[in-house]
């Protein structure tokens, strides 16, 4: 099971113009799975901090597929390593794996959440 913590939670500004995120980090222990989660209208930014080389699994689904579920058969795959970054855009569906046998992964991460509509 792998172990997330949150360290920021800035609020958007009042008139909108400055979006609100979130930030923290993602363990990732041999072996795990971080099952797949749907972004809605949020942008997330993950770079890897430390894992085995080529052994971050990223899987990012169409939420348009597969009635609005992730899809093992349709999702496009990548492999990472340490120092590498990604993004899932919105309205997007992901999932992570640590295939590694012995190295946890440590990814840091970054929400952007939109302004509430006027």
């Excluded at 939670?9 to 923290?24: E, K």
Aim: charged share 20%.
């Amino acid at each position: 099971v792998g172990m997330a913590a949150q360290s920021f939670n800035i609020a958007a500004s009042t008139d909108n113009v400055l979006p609100g995120w979130i930030a923290g980090n993602l363990r990732l222990p041999p072996k795990s799975i971080k099952d797949a989660e749907g972004v809605g209208l949020c942008a997330q930014v993950f770079n890897v901090g430390q894992c085995q080389p080529k052994a971050l699994e990223v899987a990012i689904a169409d939420p348009e597929e597969n009635g609005g579920k992730f899809s093992d058969k349709s999702s496009q795959r990548f492999l990472l390593s340490t120092g590498d970054m990604f993004h899932i855009p919105p309205g997007n569906i992901y999932r992570l794996e640590n295939h590694s046998s012995s190295e946890e992964c440590l990814l840091f991460w970054t929400i952007v959440r939109p302004g509430k509509p006027s």
